[in-house]
């Protein structure tokens, strides 16, 4: 996984709460084997209509957000079943980020697994952020070392990561990774456990 340390980036504002997991990934696009090529079928629901063809009235079809990679949206972000899709399709359209007042638990889980840093902020400062994005191109930056989200016209928000997915998330690190940085221990063991 790439390490996020900071990332600066055009934000998307998603001012919807309860988005869950079918509706992020759709359960027919389930269907293949590797991780890459989800990020077309991103809120294919949404975006497109029953002809396949992209909805006006979505804003995530407008170009404005053609290269955001900071996702706000409302409480409750990731819920229903728990497939490790949806983190996939997001991370494949573009998001290293996601802010809301809240997650469900696994999809949370899920994205510190696959490379996508979720943040919890308060919910005034998640409506000010969609606020912010919605009028216009709105530029946030996210700093892992700090723990902070802040901009250029001077909003600051602090927030909570626990220190195991922070570390994975500095260093690009999925849990194989994590398991090989005892890779003398695991040989040690080995070799005095092997019976010939």
Request: glycine fraction near 6%.
């Amino acid at each position: 996984m790439e390490p996020i340390k900071q990332h600066s980036g055009l934000v998307y504002p998603l001012n919807r709460a309860n988005v869950d997991t079918d509706q992020i990934i759709p359960k027919q696009f389930l269907k293949r084997i590797s991780r890459q090529g989800f990020g077309q079928f991103l809120f294919y629901n949404w975006r497109f209509d029953e002809k396949d063809q992209p909805r006006k009235d979505f804003s995530l079809n407008s170009p404005k957000y053609s290269h955001a990679s900071i996702l706000v949206g409302g409480e409750n972000f990731g819920c229903g079943s728990s497939r490790e899709h949806a983190p996939w399709a997001l991370q494949d359209f573009g998001f290293r980020v996601i802010i809301a007042p809240s997650f469900a638990d696994i999809f949370f889980n899920n994205c510190t697994k696959n490379g996508i840093l979720p943040i919890v902020l308060k919910e005034t400062e998640t409506q000010q952020l969609i606020k912010n994005a919605e009028a216009t191109d709105y530029q946030l930056t996210v700093d892992l070392t700090t723990n902070k989200v802040y901009d250029q016209n001077g909003f600051e928000a602090s927030f909570d990561l626990a220190e195991y997915p922070r570390q994975m998330l500095l260093n690009g690190w999925d849990e194989i990774s994590v398991t090989l940085t005892h890779a003398d221990k695991i040989t040690e063991f080995e070799k005095s456990h092997i019976v010939y």
